[in-house]
């Protein structure tokens, strides 16, 4: 029964690793795309501010 018993906890703890394991991945992923989409913004942000200038420069 003990033997039952232990097996139990063990594979419940299993499980609990395994969630958390995969949970931590999502957020990792989560944090790799959110950094690559403000990357991505913060570039289109700067390249159009820039094209404003020149058009600004062209315009004068």
Known sequence: MSCWWW???VVEV???VEVVV????VVVVVMVVVVMVVVVVVVVVVVVEKEKEVVMVVVE
């Open 7 to 9: 097996t139990v906890v």
């Open 14 to 16: 299993f499980v609990v």
């Open 22 to 25: 995969e949970v931590m991945v």
